[in-house]
């Protein structure tokens, strides 16, 4: 076995650990959930003081309980649609109490250049998520492009322990645009697809035999 399986399935066990307890402690994943934005939130305020290492080591505090609260909803049987909707709706709030801080630390600083390419990461981590559910509202699936959370989220953890968040906001600007462009034409293909699908079905059951 590798190190890196070792690490994985050590990590994996003690998530397992976690979920049991928290499953017989009876905790609402909701509740959990929550927390979770709560801990993103901290970790925002430390990053609008520059104090990134530590924002970073609360952001992997955080990513615990958005790894956690579905886990433990299956282990107690309490996956509701609301569930979902809501997890959905902190992460955004998550993702963007994040990039506030750096907002108001790049604005603290005076870098205004800084204060812009955040605005635009912030534009581009929204439209991620809004072009994929936009988009299913029309074809069943638009899970294509790379830069998701979970990537997003790695790389601004990156960014804040190595202290190397300038490069960071430029690699999450440019891939989650692109992705919002992918998805974007991703969703004309499909969405054509199936039209001309439902187009051509009349026709062939007009020529049917009978």
């Known amino acids: 076995m590798t190190y890196t399986r070792a690490?994985?399935?050590?990590?994996?066990k003690v998530i397992r650990l976690i979920v049991h307890g928290l499953a017989l402690s009876k905790v609402?994943?909701?509740?959990?959930?929550?927390?979770g934005l709560v801990?993103?939130?901290?970790?925002?305020?430390?990053?609008?003081?520059?104090?990134?290492?530590?924002?970073?080591?609360?952001?992997?505090?955080?990513?615990?309980?958005?790894?956690?609260?579905?886990?433990?909803?299956?282990?107690t049987n309490r996956v509701t649609k609301f569930g979902g909707f809501f997890?959905?709706?902190?992460?955004?709030?998550?993702?963007?109490a994040l990039l506030m801080g750096l907002l108001v630390y790049y604005g603290i600083i005076n870098r205004p250049f800084y204060v812009v390419l955040t605005a635009i990461v912030m534009t581009g981590s929204v439209m991620v998520s809004y072009t994929r559910a936009r988009a299913e509202n029309s074809i069943p699936s638009c899970k294509v492009g790379f830069m998701e959370r979970p990537e997003r989220v790695v790389l601004v953890i990156i960014g804040a322990l190595f202290d190397r968040m300038a490069p960071v906001l430029w690699v999450i600007a440019v891939l989650s645009n692109i992705t919002v462009i992918h998805?974007?034409?991703?969703?004309?293909?499909?969405?054509?697809r199936l039209?001309?699908?439902?187009?051509?079905?009349?026709?062939?059951?007009?020529q049917s035999p009978r």
């Not at 690490?7 to 994996?12: E, F, L, P, S």
């Not at 609402?28 to 927390?35: D, I, Y």
């Not at 003081?49 to 790894?67: E, N, P, Y």
């Not at 039209?195 to 007009?206: C, G, W, Y």
């Open 39 to 75: 801990i993103n939130i901290v970790a925002g305020v430390l990053l609008a003081a520059g104090q990134f290492r530590t924002a970073g080591f609360v952001i992997i505090g955080a990513g615990l309980f958005d790894m956690v609260d579905g886990r433990v909803a299956r282990e």
């Open 28 to 35: 609402n994943p909701n509740v959990l959930t929550f927390l």
């Open 183 to 192: 998805r974007m034409v991703f969703t004309y293909q499909e969405a054509k």
């Open 7 to 12: 690490i994985g399935v050590t990590c994996d």
């Open 195 to 206: 039209e001309d699908a439902q187009l051509r079905r009349p026709v062939a059951h007009e």
């Open 87 to 96: 997890d959905s709706v902190l992460d955004r709030y998550s993702d963007l």
